[in-house]
T-cell receptor
Framework: DQQVKQNSPSLSVQEGRISILNCDYT??????FLWYKKYPAEGPTFLIS?????DKNEDGRFTVFLNKSAKHLSLHIVPSQPGDSAVYFC????????????FGPGTSLSVIP | EAGVAQSPRYKIIEKRQSVAFWCNPI?????LYWYQQILGQGPKLLIQ????????DSQLPKDRFSAERLKGVDSTLKIQPAKLEDSAVYLC???????????FGPGTRLTVT
């Protein structure tokens, strides 16, 4: 049972345009959400997070939006750069589960120069 | 600040053999995680330590996998005997607190033939 879903395995975007990566979750107990970025042969690196008490969090070119009623979050990258080409993992955790983090399957983003 | 260290980076073994992975977390990080990442999937938590106590090992195949964290610092993950389906990247991560961004090591790519 996949609790965190990323239905787009891959995404291609032109440099300078907006990249939108989507994530859906099924567990209503999730109260903290994170995005990680992964380059080949490296471990994932933390990108941005959002608590369930917020609906938006922004950090430079990266913004995460949370829609609790739809159990949906999205990561916006503006403007997209070739160095953003990587696999992006959405992740979620719940205090009721000792904050165990559940990762989605990832979306591979390619930013075309 | 030194990152999370893991060794070896690559390992090839035959099925039914045993293998061990080592992880040294970031100094001062109380929480340590071992994840299994199968190709095309997100990382799956195997075990989570808080200092040297186990917080969650619900997805650890305990008939063949074992893990320990000595003195609340370094950790080892062992597989004995290995199966073909254990072929994956094994990631170690650490965090300062439980609800916090995790810092990942580069991972160990295990191939079981």
């Amino acid at each position: 049972d996949q609790q965190v879903k990323q239905n787009s395995p891959s995404l291609s975007v032109q440099e300078g345009r907006i990249s939108i990566l989507n994530c859906d979750y099924t567990n209503s107990m999730f109260d903290y959400f994170l995005w990680y970025k992964k380059y080949p042969a490296e471990g994932p690196t933390f990108l941005i997070s959002i608590s369930s008490i917020k609906d938006k969090n922004e950090d430079g070119r990266f913004t995460v939006f949370l829609n609790k009623s739809a159990k949906h979050l999205s990561l916006h990258i503006v403007p997209s750069q070739p160095g953003d080409s990587a696999v992006y993992f959405c992740a979620a955790s719940a205090k009721t589960s000792y904050d165990k983090v559940i990762f989605g399957p990832g979306t591979s983003l390619s930013v075309i120069p | 600040e030194a990152g999370v260290a893991q060794s070896p980076r690559y390992k090839i073994i035959e099925k039914r053999q045993s293998v061990a992975f080592w992880c040294n977390p970031i100094s001062g990080h109380a929480t340590l995680y071992w994840y299994q990442q199968i190709l095309g999937q997100g990382p799956k938590l195997l075990i989570q330590f808080q200092n040297n106590g186990v917080v969650d090992d619900s997805q650890l195949p305990k008939d063949r996998f074992s893990a320990e964290r000595l003195k609340g610092v370094d950790s080892t993950l062992k597989i004995q005997p290995a199966k073909l389906e254990d072929s994956a990247v094994y990631l170690c991560a650490s965090s300062l607190y439980v609800v916090n961004e995790q810092y990942f090591g580069p991972g160990t790519r295990l191939t079981v033939t």
